[in-house]
């Protein structure tokens, strides 16, 4: 915690939560982390993500470890356990994460997999004894989020929403901004994300599998800031779409635009997209001024400005570390996550509606 | 047109309409400004605008002069007249604009009223032999905009739209960039226009002079840039409008925001607010990479980028002034206007589109 951006950006997650009830100084805690166990985590799913982001973040997390693996593709296994220094016993199938339960090393399964496997690995998970973060969108609907949620609810485990931007100090203080007012009241936020989504024979392309396309994969992150932002749920969304590519996306959106209106009157018009790069920012127009992030939802690089022409601007994290170590720290100190399964649920709930008013050619009431 | 970005300007506009039929130099172009007689133009309306805008622009022009005024404000017209040296004869009401069919001096009626007086003053502008050309929206009805092009093809007059953001030299690159998809196909339009629209007692705010608020007012220049980056007409429209402050908007909307799916695969997402000031840009998002204007629609300070870093800068231009000699040369040349009547109808009917999606809740078909 000598990183001053990063006790910033921690203190600001506490504080969203619960003021945590004791006070410790530096010292005690460098004190209390040396002492402390790390929890282990266990990945659930060894595509790119994991390969390339969170195995290597888990290298610099205070609070946890990488501890595990579980892979369908047994070809992947001998070069993680090397590289990780992993015992065989910590190596599961997805047919094996049943036996997690007696393995004392696990703490905590981060699932990985395509979205419509976040439900049976989560509840395989939470039935082993295990908390679960899991990778955004939550699942593929409404009522297989809520299945996952009275999973680890029955467990007595945590579910965590893989939202690694609400611990990234720019959209802190975002947040903050647009809470405070600190530029006035918001009245407009403009959010998009969009990406050149890659070759045709991925999963994201199927829907079976991901329960959709661009609005699931990276408009959810639109969507994230227009709620983290306003600290409401929308009450009606109206969109459309367009598909250009009916080939490549035949069975999933391609690019998705929608409009929100919030209980406190902000408006917000976004969009998502598989085909359009580049876009990928979020702006928050207050009466007196906006604030913007650009890009805003990048592994890195994040830049912000404001119109005052004050900064916005901290030193870069690793973000991936910053929310495992904030969900194992939930974990130890008994505390409720900012990014629950139950806010991962309420992103599917609007975006389930999006998809319906694009169906419907209706505003969708939620 | 010793300025080199005011004649790419004029090859632009020329080119969008029909390649001239003559080749004219530098040298034989001046010589034939020497011994042209201006147009002269009537002021129809003394607001704000026509004060602060468009009579200092005539001072500029080459190709027309300020000639006359039409005001209903007695007190007005003796500065104006002093100020810009006007023949009583030249000085009408808003009652003897028919006079007007005997002034020579006269050749063409800038209607600057509120929109739902653009008909009216049209039509008598019209019956006395003039050519108009109006300020946007040019009504607040497809009928009624029908009447003022019905009108000026009876009396064989050419009506304009005062749309000067096409005579710009950052929108007409933009333009340029977007039709010769020199980054590639664009994808997706944001496009938003928002200011603070100042004291509760202005027309703008009454729905019988109006026809609507930030829409009608502003959101016309956002829906203008999709539609000229584009070159294509919205095929379906969805939006959605929140109101804070239902005192001061009673009659008309305080913020809108829409999306707006083109021919060609093309999604916009818009907005146009009363309320909050500062979004003022359009960003254009292609295969591969964007560009952006941004302020895109003040009167000055037009700013443009693309995320390849090449240069979207030009010289500033007096964008009444470009506009209104455009208008001149259309009428010496007897060639068609960018601007026509029907471009300012197109608009019009989009936006009663949107209007009606908000009313409806349904995303409206054009």
């Known amino acids: ?109 981060y699932v990985v997999t395509p979205n419509a496997l976040h439900l049976e690995h989560t509840v395989a998970a939470a039935q082993a004894g295990k908390h679960v973060y899991c990778e955004k969108p939550l699942e593929i609907s409404v009522e297989r989020c809520q299945q996952m949620l009275d999973a680890c609810k029955s467990a007595e485990r945590l579910l965590g929403t893989a939202y690694r931007c609400q611990f990234e100090p720019h959209h802190r203080e975002s947040i903050r901004l647009a809470r405070e007012q600190e530029l006035g009241p918001v009245r407009i ?49 109206s969109a459309t779409e367009t598909k250009t590519d009916p080939v490549k996306f035949k069975e999933v959106d391609e690019t998705v635009a929608w409009t929100a209106t919030f209980p406190s009157g902000v408006l917000a018009y976004c969009t998502a ?52 170590d904030d969900f194992a720290r939930c974990i130890e100190e008994r505390q409720p996550t900012i990014v629950s399964g139950e806010e991962g649920m309420r992103d599917v709930r609007v975006m389930t509606a999006i998809y319906d008013s694009i169906r419907t050619g209706r505003a969708v009431k939620i």
């Not at 100084?25 to 460098?30: K, Y």
């Not at 070759?199 to 199927?206: A, E």
């Not at 599998?209 to 959810?220: P, R, T, W």
């Not at 702006?283 to 916005?312: H, M, N, Q, V």
């Open 1 to 109: 915690m000598h990183d001053p951006s990063r006790r910033r950006f921690m203190q600001g997650a506490t504080a969203a939560v619960i003021a945590a009830p004791f006070i410790s100084t530096s010292t005690t805690r460098a004190k209390a982390a040396a002492s402390r166990k790390k929890l282990g985590v266990a990945l659930c799913g060894l595509g790119r993500l994991s390969t390339n982001q969170i195995a290597p973040a888990l290298q610099k997390t205070e609070r946890c470890r990488l501890a595990g693996i579980v892979t369908g593709t047994s070809g992947k296994t001998q070069a993680w356990r090397q590289k990780y220094d992993l015992p065989a016993r910590s190596v599961y199938t997805y047919d094996t994460m049943q036996r997690m339960a007696d393995n004392e090393d696990i703490d905590i399964v």
């Open 189 to 237: 936020i403009e959010a998009g994300f969009g990406i050149d989504v890659g070759p045709p024979d991925q999963w994201r392309l199927q829907h079976a599998l991901s329960g959709g396309g661009a609005l699931m994969d990276v408009g959810v992150y639109a969507l994230q800031a227009t709620r983290y932002l306003t600290g409401e749920e929308p009450v009606l969304v």
């Open 273 to 324: 997209s598989f085909k359009a790069g580049g876009i990928k920012n979020f702006r928050a127009t207050a009466d007196r001024g906006w604030f913007e992030l650009d890009p805003a939802y990048y592994y890195s690089g994040i830049k912000g400005s404001r119109s005052d022409g004050k900064p916005l601007s901290f030193p870069p994290i690793d973000m991936f570390a910053a929310q495992l």
